[in-house]
């Protein structure tokens, strides 16, 4: 077998010079040239047929398979047997898949756009969108259907015949009776015959997500037992060195020279220095239950979702610091051993919003216990903690998540329970709030904070 080397030479010149790329190969001859063309050909061939086969899969229904097949057997048959009933069954097969083609033409002669009224939205409301579909073809586009997905459903609409430059509008309304995130589109047109034969489907790009919020109640601002002060709030404890002034006490060895108060210690012939109430910035930590186990059922769930987004959005519009953690789904193996949370974001109440509308219960996560430890020694600055849960925790889980929490913490547990008797009671030092609706927590809370 003979040799046979060849070259190439590529001269690419520009403003910036002139460049040479030489390209040397080497074959065995024509017979591998046309080995490798064949292969190149075969591969071709293969995608084309490809591609053709799942055009043809994707078009044809399970209706058009039959008729299909009506059609090869019935003329195949007929024609070798001279069957005049097979013949005209297998015509009458294939004049039906013909005169059903018909109705493919022009499918990607609209364009669909897809508009949404609010891209965010309370549970409960309803949300309009506008579907629009213009003719942007030459001729007459047929009737048609396009299928915009919502969800996990699918709205159906009839697209009637348009004349070229045509326009066709259609209002939308999405339900939301539920919180969550909804993804719609992207928008599919759907040109079929009457019989359902032949379906071709084209997809736009144009697609939206809506978040629908969890139901909220307005809290008063002085409901959260906050004082408005922008250099932070007193606390209980005594230190030596801050902004809110306490008493005065007698020098001891150790104290800074700084903090003498001259006028007392002249007066007493004692060394005096003074002591100061520790100022600390409003923190609010919020914990919210997610295992399973400690809801009796989803309104309860539902009940303490919206619990939180209402303390959380009522603190982050009060200018605090606001946390609000959750359980992290982890395997069950690691349950026992690991510990982990989610913290939502709380740049805005509508990042919090929208975090709570992925929030689920779940299975494999650590109980409320286990949150509020972890959270706690992640912010050991909390000033209030609030724990929210369902009915089926215990008294004695929620005295050891309180635990968690510095002695100086006032800490409230909210227990949701849409059977019980809303009310207010004391857990030792622990301030327990069962609400069975969500105004129930405002009422409750306002109350305390005037009394």
Not at 61 to 74: D, K, N, S
Not at 107 to 124: M, S
Not at 140 to 156: N, S
Not at 387 to 392: A, E, K, N, Q, R
Request: hydrophobic content about 45%; overall charge neutral.
């Amino acid at each position: 077998m003979s040799s046979h080397t060849d070259s190439r030479i590529t001269r690419t010149s520009g403003s910036t010079g002139r460049s040479t790329t030489r390209t040397r190969y080497a074959t065995g001859g024509a017979t591998t040239v046309v080995v490798v063309q064949g292969i190149k050909f075969w591969r071709r061939l293969r995608q084309t047929i490809t591609r053709a086969t799942r055009a043809v899969t994707e078009t044809v229904t399970a209706g058009g398979w039959m008729l299909v097949a009506a059609a090869v057997v019935g003329l195949t048959a007929g024609l070798i047997l001279g069957w005049i009933e097979f013949v005209a069954a297998g015509t009458i097969a294939l004049s039906l898949l013909l005169l059903a083609s018909v109705f493919l033409f022009g499918a990607r002669a609209y364009e669909v756009d897809l508009t949404l009224a609010h891209d965010r939205v309370v549970a409960g409301a309803e949300v309009s969108g506008a579907i629009t579909v213009t003719n942007i073809g030459r001729r007459l586009a047929l009737p048609g259907v396009v299928d915009v997905p919502v969800g996990e459903g699918l709205v159906e609409i009839a697209v009637p015949l348009l004349r070229p430059g045509a326009v066709f509008s259609e209002q939308v309304a999405i339900p939301t009776h539920r919180r969550g995130v909804i993804a719609i589109g992207p928008a599919r047109t759907v040109r079929g015959d009457p019989l359902g034969l032949l379906r071709r489907e084209t997809a736009w790009q144009d697609h939206h997500t809506l978040y629908v919020h969890p139901v909220t109640t307005v809290i008063p601002s002085t409901a959260t037992g906050f004082v408005r002060d922008l250099e932070g709030n007193p606390s209980s404890l005594i230190v030596d060195s801050d902004i809110s002034f306490h008493a005065i006490r007698e020098y001891v060895p150790g104290d800074s020279r700084r903090q003498v108060h001259w006028k007392s210690t002249a007066k007493t012939g004692t060394l005096m220095v003074r002591q100061y109430e520790e100022s600390r910035r409003s923190r609010m930590l919020i914990a919210l239950a997610t295992a399973e186990t400690e809801f009796a059922n989803e309104d309860e769930f539902e009940l303490a979702v919206s619990a939180v987004g209402s303390l959380g959005v009522r603190g982050i519009r009060d200018g605090r610091d606001v946390d609000v953690v959750v359980g992290q789904e982890i395997p069950e193996f690691a349950r026992r051993i690991t510990r982990a949370v989610h913290e939502l974001p709380t740049v805005s109440a509508r990042t919090l919003l929208d975090a709570l509308c992925e929030v689920a219960e779940r299975a494999s996560v650590n109980p409320l216990l286990d949150v509020a430890t972890f959270a706690v020694e992640a912010h050991r600055d909390v000033s209030v903690g609030f724990l929210v849960c369902g009915s089926t925790v215990t008294a004695h889980t929620i005295q050891s998540a309180a635990v968690a929490f510095p002695l100086n913490v006032s800490v409230i547990v909210i227990v949701c329970d849409p059977t019980a008797e809303p009310g207010y009671r004391q857990l030792g030092d622990i301030a327990v709030i069962t609400i069975g609706l969500l105004d129930d927590l405002r009422h409750i809370l306002a109350r305390r904070s005037a009394a």
